[in-house]
Nanobody
């Protein structure tokens, strides 16, 4: 029903910036809250940011607050994650996902992209 494709990952030095994009399909995209998750080797998948269907609310993991910004443009079926002041600890595969509400629990997300690699070097 909803297909998601991430892009924008890459290799960046510590302190640098990247912007991830997630392109969604279908006319129902705007009905979903969207989240960005990341998973580093040997670690659990964690939610780093989420945004309500109408952008009225956003939430961030404490580890990225003040550095990352989530935004969406429903007319373009796209959600973004602007990542500034990147740290080596941010290295992970980043996924976008769609949920029925603004939540951090990955089990509440119904649709997932395939991920994009972000690598931050020291």
């Amino acid at each position: 029903q909803v297909q998601l494709i991430e892009s924008g990952g890459g290799l960046v030095q510590a302190g640098g910036s990247l912007r991830l994009s997630c392109a969604g399909s279908g006319s129902t995209f705007s009905r979903y809250a969207m989240g960005w998750f990341r998973q580093a080797p040997g670690k659990e998948r964690e939610c780093v940011a989420a945004i309500a269907w109408n952008s009225a609310r956003t939430t961030y993991a404490e580890s990225v607050k003040g550095r990352f910004t989530i935004a969406r443009v429903n007319a373009k079926n796209t959600v973004y994650l602007q990542m500034n002041s990147l740290k080596p600890e941010d290295t992970a595969v980043y996924y976008c996902a769609a949920a029925r509400s603004l939540v951090f629990d990955s089990n509440e997300y119904d649709y997932w992209g395939q991920g994009t690699q972000v690598t931050v070097s020291s």
